[in-house]
């Protein structure tokens, strides 16, 4: 199972504490650019609004399994999280296209640091995707909650 | 970029043609066996309703680019869709999560064929994963829609 870069993403992260904690608490532009022998795969991305953007989290560490996040003093499981750590470091961003320039989209939503590679594009289609009803003792249900980094529990 | 099996699902669908057009789409429980060196990134697992679920298409077509969809007559782009044909075959599935039998998750709303390659499990969180106002001029919006193949435009 051998991955190929279809893109890279240029971000203004170059280091992970200045990526917000999701891609989605910040207005920043990011762009996508998509390697040319992949630009056919583009055609009429923009009747999409939305996006969800697979990239390659080459910084992160696979062999974590557990850990602290931002919302827990006591460790959970990575596959309990969206802790960047995890043995295959796929990233799932929910991304807003603001415009294709050519071979490059520009979009809102995603916290990839700069030069990551990027994996997937595939369009968000809210009557598969958007669960409201789903509840997540683990994750605030709020963006602002999210950002706040407020614990749920400790228990 | 390899990927690491992190574990096996187990479904009913032998064959492209019998799995659903997306995993939402059926009510069958399906079986993620996670691998047990693996098994302790589950912890706290039960506090979440829905997961995103990863796997390998290990059986799609890499080469795709463009392909026809059941919503229109013309090829689109495989970036614009959700087509299981894509230069990484990294399918993304919202399941539900119906319980946890050891390091084995019984869920509903995956749409993988039997023995495919587990990859990740994520944490759903409806604050950065629902975009209830996401629009798309090429995915019908209602399961029904998707369902029937309702043809949406082909201009």
């Known amino acids: ?25 910040s207005d920043n532009e990011i ?15 923009t009747r999409c609004s939305h996006l969800i953007v697979l990239y390659w989290g080459d910084r992160a560490n696979r062999e974590t399994l557990q850990s602290r996040t931002p919302f827990s003093e006591v460790p959970v499981g990575v596959f309990t999280s969206r802790s960047p750590n995890r043995p295959n470091p796929i990233a799932v961003c929910v991304a807003d296209l603001i415009r294709q320039e050519e071979n490059c989209l520009i979009v809102r939503g995603v916290d990839a640091l700069d030069g990551s590679p990027l994996l997937d594009i595939k369009a968000y289609a809210p009557a598969i995707d958007c669960i409201p009803q789903a509840t997540n003792q683990h994750i605030p249900d709020t963006l602002d909650g999210i950002a706040q980094g407020k614990s749920l529990h400790d228990r």
């Open 1 to 25: 199972m051998e991955l190929v870069p279809i893109g890279v993403i240029h971000s203004p992260y170059q280091e992970r504490g200045q990526a917000p904690r999701q891609g989605r608490l």
């Open 31 to 45: 762009t996508l650019e998509i390697h040319p022998q992949f630009a056919a795969a583009l055609k009429n991305i």
